[in-house]
Protein backbone atom coordinates (compact mmCIF):
# COMPACT_ATOMS: atom_id res chain seq x y z
CA UNK A 1 0.00 0.00 0.00
CA UNK A 2 1.73 3.69 -1.14
CA UNK A 3 1.46 6.30 1.07
CA UNK A 4 -0.63 8.21 -0.44
CA UNK A 5 -3.35 5.15 -0.52
CA UNK A 6 -2.50 5.66 3.90
CA UNK A 7 -3.33 8.31 4.32
CA UNK A 8 -6.57 9.19 2.07
CA UNK A 9 -7.67 6.08 3.89
CA UNK A 10 -7.13 8.10 7.74
CA UNK A 11 -8.62 11.14 5.76
CA UNK A 12 -11.99 8.86 4.80
CA UNK A 13 -12.14 7.61 8.28
CA UNK A 14 -12.41 10.97 10.05
CA UNK A 15 -14.26 12.44 7.65
CA UNK A 16 -16.93 10.31 8.37
CA UNK A 17 -17.91 11.74 12.01
CA UNK A 18 -20.49 13.44 13.53
CA UNK A 19 -18.63 16.86 13.16
CA UNK A 20 -20.07 16.78 9.11
CA UNK A 21 -23.57 16.02 10.18
CA UNK A 22 -23.76 18.94 12.41
CA UNK A 23 -21.69 21.10 10.01
CA UNK A 24 -24.33 20.59 7.42
CA UNK A 25 -27.06 21.38 9.31
CA UNK A 26 -25.39 24.51 10.33
CA UNK A 27 -24.64 25.65 7.11
CA UNK A 28 -27.99 25.45 5.62
CA UNK A 29 -28.41 28.87 7.43
CA UNK A 30 -27.47 30.73 4.15
CA UNK A 31 -26.11 28.47 2.42
CA UNK A 32 -27.15 24.71 0.89
CA UNK A 33 -23.61 23.68 2.02
CA UNK A 34 -20.62 23.66 4.66
CA UNK A 35 -17.15 22.14 5.10
CA UNK A 36 -16.15 18.47 6.51
CA UNK A 37 -13.13 19.34 7.52
CA UNK A 38 -12.56 19.31 11.50
CA UNK A 39 -12.22 22.29 13.29
CA UNK A 40 -9.95 23.40 16.18
CA UNK A 41 -12.48 23.35 19.13
CA UNK A 42 -11.00 23.91 23.00
CA UNK A 43 -13.80 21.62 24.39
CA UNK A 44 -13.96 17.88 24.16
CA UNK A 45 -15.21 15.92 20.69
CA UNK A 46 -14.04 14.80 17.65
CA UNK A 47 -11.12 16.24 15.86
CA UNK A 48 -10.63 18.72 18.74
CA UNK A 49 -7.26 20.72 19.42
CA UNK A 50 -6.62 20.92 23.28
CA UNK A 51 -4.97 24.01 24.42
CA UNK A 52 -1.27 23.99 24.80
CA UNK A 53 -0.85 24.30 28.92
CA UNK A 54 2.82 25.77 28.01
CA UNK A 55 1.59 28.66 25.85
CA UNK A 56 -0.19 32.24 26.84
CA UNK A 57 -3.54 32.65 27.18
CA UNK A 58 -5.91 35.61 25.79
CA UNK A 59 -6.81 38.51 28.19
CA UNK A 60 -10.76 37.88 26.84
CA UNK A 61 -11.84 34.87 28.74
CA UNK A 62 -15.29 32.74 28.06
CA UNK A 63 -17.17 34.62 30.59
CA UNK A 64 -15.44 37.48 30.43
CA UNK A 65 -13.41 39.93 28.13
CA UNK A 66 -12.23 43.34 27.69
CA UNK A 67 -12.70 45.13 24.77
CA UNK A 68 -10.33 47.95 23.45
CA UNK A 69 -12.56 50.26 25.44
CA UNK A 70 -11.94 48.88 28.80
CA UNK A 71 -15.06 47.47 29.41
CA UNK A 72 -15.97 44.10 30.90
CA UNK A 73 -17.72 42.09 27.92
CA UNK A 74 -19.84 40.37 30.55
CA UNK A 75 -22.78 42.20 29.67
CA UNK A 76 -24.26 44.66 26.85
CA UNK A 77 -21.61 47.67 26.10
CA UNK A 78 -21.76 50.53 23.74
CA UNK A 79 -18.44 51.33 21.99
CA UNK A 80 -16.92 54.43 20.50
CA UNK A 81 -17.69 52.73 16.82
CA UNK A 82 -21.30 52.41 17.81
CA UNK A 83 -22.33 49.28 18.56
CA UNK A 84 -23.35 47.21 21.89
CA UNK A 85 -21.86 44.14 22.26
CA UNK A 86 -24.17 41.42 23.93
CA UNK A 87 -22.59 39.35 26.06
CA UNK A 88 -21.50 36.20 24.65
CA UNK A 89 -24.20 33.88 26.03
CA UNK A 90 -26.92 35.88 24.41
CA UNK A 91 -25.08 35.63 21.05
CA UNK A 92 -26.93 32.80 19.40
CA UNK A 93 -28.92 31.95 16.39
CA UNK A 94 -32.04 33.91 17.99
CA UNK A 95 -30.70 36.89 19.32
CA UNK A 96 -32.31 39.86 18.44
CA UNK A 97 -31.20 41.97 15.22
CA UNK A 98 -29.19 45.63 15.93
CA UNK A 99 -29.23 47.97 14.04
CA UNK A 100 -27.57 48.50 10.93
CA UNK A 101 -25.11 51.55 10.51
CA UNK A 102 -25.28 53.94 7.40
CA UNK A 103 -22.51 54.38 5.39
CA UNK A 104 -21.13 57.53 6.58
CA UNK A 105 -18.70 58.34 3.53
CA UNK A 106 -19.41 58.92 -0.08
CA UNK A 107 -16.64 58.15 -2.74
CA UNK A 108 -17.72 60.00 -6.26
CA UNK A 109 -16.36 58.77 -9.49
CA UNK A 110 -13.56 59.65 -10.47
CA UNK A 111 -12.69 59.34 -6.87
CA UNK A 112 -8.82 58.26 -6.18
CA UNK A 113 -8.41 54.61 -4.44
CA UNK A 114 -5.31 54.29 -2.60
CA UNK A 115 -3.64 51.73 -4.76
CA UNK A 116 -1.05 53.25 -6.81
CA UNK A 117 -1.77 53.62 -10.36
CA UNK A 118 -5.35 51.98 -9.83
CA UNK A 119 -7.74 53.50 -12.19
CA UNK A 120 -10.41 55.78 -10.98
CA UNK A 121 -13.74 54.80 -8.75
CA UNK A 122 -16.05 54.26 -12.03
CA UNK A 123 -19.43 55.58 -12.30
CA UNK A 124 -21.52 54.28 -9.42
CA UNK A 125 -22.73 50.95 -10.11
CA UNK A 126 -26.73 50.23 -10.77
CA UNK A 127 -28.16 46.46 -10.86
CA UNK A 128 -29.79 45.46 -13.75
CA UNK A 129 -30.95 41.66 -12.71
CA UNK A 130 -31.06 41.05 -16.89
CA UNK A 131 -27.49 41.75 -16.80
CA UNK A 132 -26.09 39.61 -13.95
CA UNK A 133 -26.83 36.04 -13.15
CA UNK A 134 -29.57 34.71 -10.73
CA UNK A 135 -28.13 35.48 -7.48
CA UNK A 136 -26.84 32.27 -5.16
CA UNK A 137 -27.73 29.98 -7.94
CA UNK A 138 -24.78 28.50 -9.72
CA UNK A 139 -23.66 30.44 -12.32
CA UNK A 140 -25.04 29.10 -15.59
CA UNK A 141 -22.56 29.13 -18.44
CA UNK A 142 -24.39 29.76 -21.91
CA UNK A 143 -23.13 32.90 -22.28
CA UNK A 144 -20.86 35.05 -24.10
CA UNK A 145 -19.00 36.32 -21.50
CA UNK A 146 -18.39 32.41 -20.02
CA UNK A 147 -17.15 31.58 -23.41
CA UNK A 148 -14.86 34.47 -23.20
CA UNK A 149 -13.65 33.88 -19.89
CA UNK A 150 -12.80 29.80 -21.04
CA UNK A 151 -10.74 31.17 -23.42
CA UNK A 152 -7.87 32.40 -20.36
CA UNK A 153 -7.11 28.20 -19.91
CA UNK A 154 -6.13 28.14 -23.00
CA UNK A 155 -2.32 26.62 -22.32
CA UNK A 156 -2.81 25.72 -19.32
CA UNK A 157 -2.70 22.08 -18.17
CA UNK A 158 -5.77 21.88 -16.17
CA UNK A 159 -5.78 17.91 -14.92
CA UNK A 160 -8.76 15.97 -15.84
CA UNK A 161 -10.03 15.62 -12.31
CA UNK A 162 -13.65 14.25 -12.78
CA UNK A 163 -15.98 16.77 -10.42
CA UNK A 164 -17.07 15.39 -6.38
CA UNK A 165 -20.53 14.27 -5.95
CA UNK A 166 -21.41 17.36 -3.31
CA UNK A 167 -17.99 18.68 -2.27
CA UNK A 168 -17.86 16.53 0.65
CA UNK A 169 -15.78 13.51 2.34
CA UNK A 170 -18.99 11.28 2.67
CA UNK A 171 -21.12 12.18 -0.04
CA UNK A 172 -18.47 11.29 -2.20
CA UNK A 173 -16.38 8.36 -1.32
CA UNK A 174 -14.24 7.43 -3.61
CA UNK A 175 -12.99 10.93 -4.55
CA UNK A 176 -12.21 11.23 -0.47
CA UNK A 177 -9.95 7.48 -0.68
CA UNK A 178 -8.28 9.30 -3.67
CA UNK A 179 -7.69 12.83 -2.09
CA UNK A 180 -3.98 13.08 -1.87
CA UNK A 181 -3.48 12.19 -5.45
CA UNK A 182 -6.58 15.18 -6.73
CA UNK A 183 -5.04 17.47 -4.07
CA UNK A 184 -8.39 17.83 -2.45
CA UNK A 185 -8.41 20.01 0.84
CA UNK A 186 -11.17 19.33 2.08
CA UNK A 187 -10.73 15.68 2.54
CA UNK A 188 -7.02 15.23 4.27
CA UNK A 189 -6.03 19.53 4.26
CA UNK A 190 -3.85 18.66 1.06
CA UNK A 191 -2.01 22.36 0.13
CA UNK A 192 0.56 23.23 -3.06
CA UNK A 193 3.20 25.20 -3.24
CA UNK A 194 0.57 27.83 -4.74
CA UNK A 195 -1.51 27.74 -2.46
CA UNK A 196 -1.67 30.73 0.54
CA UNK A 197 -2.01 28.91 4.09
CA UNK A 198 -0.74 31.29 6.42
CA UNK A 199 1.29 34.14 7.12
CA UNK A 200 5.33 33.60 6.69
CA UNK A 201 6.40 35.33 9.87
CA UNK A 202 5.47 33.98 13.04
CA UNK A 203 2.73 34.96 15.53
CA UNK A 204 1.70 37.12 12.45
CA UNK A 205 -2.49 36.85 11.84
CA UNK A 206 -3.40 37.62 8.54
CA UNK A 207 -7.24 39.01 8.92
CA UNK A 208 -10.14 37.94 6.41
CA UNK A 209 -13.73 37.89 6.75
CA UNK A 210 -15.86 35.90 4.05
CA UNK A 211 -18.84 36.21 2.97
CA UNK A 212 -19.92 40.08 2.80
CA UNK A 213 -20.29 42.81 1.62
CA UNK A 214 -23.06 42.43 4.38
CA UNK A 215 -25.75 44.65 6.12
CA UNK A 216 -23.40 44.28 9.08
CA UNK A 217 -20.41 45.16 7.85
CA UNK A 218 -20.25 49.14 8.33
CA UNK A 219 -19.64 47.86 12.11
CA UNK A 220 -16.71 45.64 11.25
CA UNK A 221 -15.13 48.40 9.06
CA UNK A 222 -15.32 51.21 12.08
CA UNK A 223 -13.97 49.04 14.63
CA UNK A 224 -11.16 47.97 12.05
CA UNK A 225 -10.43 51.70 11.54
CA UNK A 226 -10.32 52.18 14.99
CA UNK A 227 -7.80 49.69 15.91
CA UNK A 228 -5.88 50.79 12.54
CA UNK A 229 -6.17 47.01 11.06
CA UNK A 230 -6.92 46.22 8.10
CA UNK A 231 -7.97 42.85 6.34
CA UNK A 232 -8.93 41.29 3.19
CA UNK A 233 -12.53 41.12 2.65
CA UNK A 234 -13.47 37.71 0.41
CA UNK A 235 -16.50 38.82 -1.33
CA UNK A 236 -19.69 36.98 -2.63
CA UNK A 237 -20.47 37.96 -6.18
CA UNK A 238 -24.12 38.17 -5.14
CA UNK A 239 -23.57 40.46 -2.39
CA UNK A 240 -21.48 42.54 -4.51
CA UNK A 241 -24.27 43.72 -6.38
CA UNK A 242 -26.73 43.81 -3.49
CA UNK A 243 -24.58 46.53 -1.43
CA UNK A 244 -21.52 47.89 -3.96
CA UNK A 245 -21.10 51.11 -2.09
CA UNK A 246 -20.11 48.79 0.85
CA UNK A 247 -17.58 47.00 -1.32
CA UNK A 248 -16.49 50.96 -2.14
CA UNK A 249 -15.95 51.72 1.51
CA UNK A 250 -13.72 48.54 2.31
CA UNK A 251 -11.67 48.98 -0.98
CA UNK A 252 -11.57 53.03 -0.58
CA UNK A 253 -10.16 52.72 3.78
CA UNK A 254 -7.56 50.37 2.68
CA UNK A 255 -8.65 47.30 2.93
CA UNK A 256 -8.09 44.11 0.40
CA UNK A 257 -10.58 42.90 -2.11
CA UNK A 258 -10.87 39.37 -3.16
CA UNK A 259 -12.90 37.15 -5.12
CA UNK A 260 -14.96 34.35 -3.19
CA UNK A 261 -17.08 32.91 -6.15
CA UNK A 262 -20.94 33.87 -7.09
CA UNK A 263 -22.74 31.70 -5.55
CA UNK A 264 -20.94 30.08 -2.53
CA UNK A 265 -20.82 26.70 -3.72
CA UNK A 266 -18.24 23.89 -3.35
CA UNK A 267 -15.76 24.16 -6.36
CA UNK A 268 -14.72 20.53 -6.39
CA UNK A 269 -18.59 19.74 -7.36
CA UNK A 270 -19.06 22.05 -10.22
CA UNK A 271 -17.67 21.84 -13.94
CA UNK A 272 -14.96 23.26 -15.51
CA UNK A 273 -16.88 26.18 -17.25
CA UNK A 274 -19.13 25.81 -14.22
CA UNK A 275 -15.87 27.03 -11.89
CA UNK A 276 -14.94 29.81 -14.65
CA UNK A 277 -18.06 31.38 -14.97
CA UNK A 278 -18.41 31.44 -10.74
CA UNK A 279 -14.78 33.18 -10.84
CA UNK A 280 -15.98 34.95 -13.82
CA UNK A 281 -18.70 36.72 -12.51
CA UNK A 282 -17.57 37.46 -9.15
CA UNK A 283 -14.51 39.07 -10.68
CA UNK A 284 -16.10 41.42 -13.21
CA UNK A 285 -18.62 42.46 -10.37
CA UNK A 286 -15.99 43.60 -8.60
CA UNK A 287 -14.53 45.53 -11.42
CA UNK A 288 -17.82 46.98 -12.20
CA UNK A 289 -17.81 48.28 -9.18
CA UNK A 290 -14.03 49.52 -8.22
CA UNK A 291 -12.82 49.60 -11.38
CA UNK A 292 -10.29 46.47 -10.26
CA UNK A 293 -9.87 42.93 -10.82
CA UNK A 294 -8.56 41.09 -7.62
CA UNK A 295 -5.72 38.40 -7.76
CA UNK A 296 -6.23 36.75 -4.38
CA UNK A 297 -9.17 34.14 -4.41
CA UNK A 298 -10.76 31.73 -1.34
CA UNK A 299 -12.60 28.83 -2.38
CA UNK A 300 -15.76 28.35 -0.37
CA UNK A 301 -15.80 25.67 2.50
CA UNK A 302 -11.82 25.88 1.39
CA UNK A 303 -13.04 23.09 -0.91
CA UNK A 304 -10.54 23.10 -3.79
CA UNK A 305 -8.42 20.32 -5.67
CA UNK A 306 -5.90 20.45 -8.61
CA UNK A 307 -8.07 21.26 -11.40
CA UNK A 308 -9.88 23.77 -9.18
CA UNK A 309 -6.17 25.35 -8.55
CA UNK A 310 -5.13 25.31 -11.82
CA UNK A 311 -8.91 27.20 -12.71
CA UNK A 312 -8.02 29.74 -10.52
CA UNK A 313 -4.10 30.33 -11.47
CA UNK A 314 -4.87 30.28 -15.20
CA UNK A 315 -7.38 33.28 -14.56
CA UNK A 316 -4.64 34.91 -12.40
CA UNK A 317 -6.41 34.65 -9.35
CA UNK A 318 -3.99 33.09 -6.18
CA UNK A 319 -6.18 30.55 -3.54
CA UNK A 320 -6.54 31.68 -0.31
CA UNK A 321 -6.87 29.19 2.66
CA UNK A 322 -7.35 29.21 6.41
CA UNK A 323 -4.54 27.70 8.55
CA UNK A 324 -4.52 23.86 9.47
CA UNK A 325 -2.43 22.14 11.89
CA UNK A 326 -0.90 18.55 10.99
CA UNK A 327 -3.29 16.98 13.13
CA UNK A 328 -5.73 18.02 10.79
CA UNK A 329 -7.36 20.56 12.84
CA UNK A 330 -7.93 24.14 11.45
CA UNK A 331 -8.27 27.65 12.18
CA UNK A 332 -12.11 27.97 12.02
CA UNK A 333 -13.58 29.94 14.29
CA UNK A 334 -16.75 28.29 13.63
CA UNK A 335 -18.68 32.00 13.96
CA UNK A 336 -21.16 30.71 11.43
CA UNK A 337 -22.16 27.72 13.53
CA UNK A 338 -23.46 30.63 15.61
CA UNK A 339 -25.65 31.76 13.24
CA UNK A 340 -26.69 28.76 11.95
CA UNK A 341 -27.51 27.58 16.22
CA UNK A 342 -25.29 24.75 16.85
CA UNK A 343 -23.18 26.37 18.93
CA UNK A 344 -23.62 29.16 21.27
CA UNK A 345 -20.78 32.33 21.34
CA UNK A 346 -19.32 31.36 24.30
CA UNK A 347 -18.37 27.91 22.60
CA UNK A 348 -17.57 30.08 19.20
CA UNK A 349 -14.88 32.37 21.36
CA UNK A 350 -13.49 29.10 23.35
CA UNK A 351 -12.48 28.17 19.94
CA UNK A 352 -11.28 30.85 19.04
CA UNK A 353 -8.73 31.14 22.12
CA UNK A 354 -7.83 27.84 21.23
CA UNK A 355 -6.54 29.04 17.91
CA UNK A 356 -4.42 31.83 19.82
CA UNK A 357 -2.73 29.56 22.04
CA UNK A 358 -1.98 26.97 19.61
CA UNK A 359 -0.82 29.42 16.77
CA UNK A 360 2.14 30.01 19.36
CA UNK A 361 3.33 26.81 18.28
CA UNK A 362 3.72 27.40 15.19
CA UNK A 363 6.66 28.11 13.02
CA UNK A 364 4.85 30.58 11.09
CA UNK A 365 1.98 33.07 11.24
CA UNK A 366 -1.89 31.68 10.42
CA UNK A 367 -4.83 32.51 8.92
CA UNK A 368 -8.73 32.54 10.40
CA UNK A 369 -11.61 31.55 9.24
CA UNK A 370 -14.21 34.37 10.07
CA UNK A 371 -16.96 36.19 8.38
CA UNK A 372 -18.69 39.45 8.07
CA UNK A 373 -22.50 38.09 6.48
CA UNK A 374 -24.06 37.63 9.99
CA UNK A 375 -24.48 39.94 12.70
CA UNK A 376 -23.58 37.06 15.23
CA UNK A 377 -20.29 36.85 13.41
CA UNK A 378 -19.93 40.86 13.50
CA UNK A 379 -20.48 40.82 17.14
CA UNK A 380 -17.94 38.13 18.03
CA UNK A 381 -15.33 40.20 15.97
CA UNK A 382 -15.38 43.25 17.30
CA UNK A 383 -16.25 42.48 21.13
CA UNK A 384 -14.33 39.64 21.22
CA UNK A 385 -11.80 37.61 18.74
CA UNK A 386 -10.17 41.32 17.68
CA UNK A 387 -10.06 42.63 21.75
CA UNK A 388 -8.65 39.29 22.60
CA UNK A 389 -5.98 39.14 19.78
CA UNK A 390 -4.96 42.80 20.65
CA UNK A 391 -4.09 41.59 24.34
CA UNK A 392 -2.71 39.06 23.65
CA UNK A 393 0.66 37.24 25.03
CA UNK A 394 2.79 37.14 23.55
CA UNK A 395 1.94 39.94 21.14
CA UNK A 396 0.36 39.19 17.74
CA UNK A 397 1.08 41.29 14.34
CA UNK A 398 -2.48 41.66 12.81
CA UNK A 399 -2.59 42.77 8.96
CA UNK A 400 -4.06 41.47 5.65
CA UNK A 401 -3.58 38.26 4.06
CA UNK A 402 -1.67 40.18 0.95
CA UNK A 403 0.67 42.41 3.23
CA UNK A 404 1.91 39.60 5.77
CA UNK A 405 2.86 37.41 2.94
CA UNK A 406 5.33 40.78 1.09
CA UNK A 407 2.55 40.83 -2.32
CA UNK A 408 2.93 44.21 -3.17
CA UNK A 409 -0.40 46.10 -2.62
CA UNK A 410 -0.28 47.01 -6.62
CA UNK A 411 -0.11 43.35 -7.04
CA UNK A 412 -3.34 42.61 -5.46
CA UNK A 413 -4.97 43.91 -8.48
CA UNK A 414 -4.82 43.09 -12.19
CA UNK A 415 -4.80 46.44 -13.59
CA UNK A 416 -1.97 47.89 -11.60
CA UNK A 417 0.02 44.65 -11.20
CA UNK A 418 3.83 44.99 -12.17
CA UNK A 419 4.54 40.81 -11.80
CA UNK A 420 4.08 39.46 -15.03
CA UNK A 421 5.49 35.82 -13.71
CA UNK A 422 2.23 35.94 -11.52
CA UNK A 423 0.58 33.54 -11.31
CA UNK A 424 2.12 32.20 -14.51
CA UNK A 425 4.24 34.15 -16.82
CA UNK A 426 1.88 33.03 -19.91
CA UNK A 427 -1.13 33.94 -17.61
CA UNK A 428 -3.99 35.74 -20.31
CA UNK A 429 -6.98 37.06 -20.10
CA UNK A 430 -10.06 37.60 -21.55
CA UNK A 431 -10.17 40.67 -20.36
CA UNK A 432 -8.39 43.17 -23.15
CA UNK A 433 -7.84 46.14 -20.67
CA UNK A 434 -5.88 43.42 -18.66
CA UNK A 435 -2.47 42.78 -19.83
CA UNK A 436 -1.00 39.27 -20.10
CA UNK A 437 0.37 37.95 -17.28
CA UNK A 438 -1.42 39.84 -14.98
CA UNK A 439 -1.52 38.96 -10.86
CA UNK A 440 0.18 39.31 -8.03
CA UNK A 441 2.35 37.26 -5.08
CA UNK A 442 5.15 37.17 -3.45
CA UNK A 443 8.37 36.19 -4.59
CA UNK A 444 8.30 33.06 -2.77
CA UNK A 445 5.17 31.82 -4.34
CA UNK A 446 6.02 32.53 -7.68
CA UNK A 447 6.01 30.00 -10.65
CA UNK A 448 6.90 29.64 -14.10
CA UNK A 449 5.73 27.02 -15.22
CA UNK A 450 1.94 25.74 -15.66
CA UNK A 451 2.19 22.36 -13.97
CA UNK A 452 0.61 22.57 -10.59
CA UNK A 453 3.39 21.41 -7.66
CA UNK A 454 2.87 17.52 -6.67
CA UNK A 455 2.42 17.11 -3.41
CA UNK A 456 5.92 16.81 -1.36
CA UNK A 457 6.12 13.88 0.33
CA UNK A 458 9.18 15.18 2.15
CA UNK A 459 7.04 17.68 3.88
CA UNK A 460 4.20 15.67 5.41
CA UNK A 461 4.78 15.51 8.96
CA UNK A 462 6.01 11.90 11.15
CA UNK A 463 2.89 11.91 13.23
CA UNK A 464 0.97 12.09 10.18
CA UNK A 465 2.74 9.28 8.29
CA UNK A 466 2.45 7.51 11.36
CA UNK A 467 -1.00 7.53 11.86
CA UNK A 468 -2.26 7.14 8.64
CA UNK A 469 -0.05 3.39 9.00
CA UNK A 470 -1.91 2.65 12.16
CA UNK A 471 -5.52 3.31 11.06
CA UNK A 472 -4.29 1.12 7.66
CA UNK A 473 -3.16 -1.64 9.75
CA UNK A 474 -5.91 -1.46 11.67
CA UNK A 475 -8.18 -1.22 8.74
CA UNK A 476 -6.39 -4.65 7.49
CA UNK A 477 -6.87 -6.63 10.65
CA UNK A 478 -10.42 -5.69 10.13
CA UNK A 479 -10.42 -7.56 7.22
CA UNK A 480 -9.01 -10.90 8.68
Not at 16 to 31: G, W
Not at 52 to 66: C, E, K, L, P, R
Not at 204 to 228: C, E, H, M, R
Not at 284 to 293: D, M, P, R, S
Request: proline residues 8%; charged residues 15%.
Amino acid sequence: MRLHQLIALLTFVSAASATEHHARLARKYIYPRDTTTPSMTASTGTSSLTISSGSAATSAATTTATTTTGASATGPQTNTWGTTIPPLSQITSGMPSQPTLPLTATYPAGATPPISGAPALPTPFVFQAASWPPQDQIAPTDSTEVAEWMQELDGFDIPDIPPTADGTCVGDPAAAADAASRGWWTCGGYTRDTDIVACPDKLTWGVSFDDGPAFYSKQLLDYLSSINVTSTFFVVGSRVVERPQVLVEEYMTGHEIAVHTWSHRPLTMLTTEQVVAELGWTRKAIKEVLGVTPTLMRPPYGDIDDRVRAICLAMGMIPVIWTRTPSGATFDTNDWKVAGGVVNGSQSFATFQAILNNATLLDTGFIVLEHDLYPQTVDLAIGYTLPAALNFTPHLTMDSIGYCNNIPTTNLYRETNQNTSFPYSNSTSGDSSVPSGSGGTSASKSKTSGSIPALNIDAIPMTIIGTAVMAAVGALLLQV
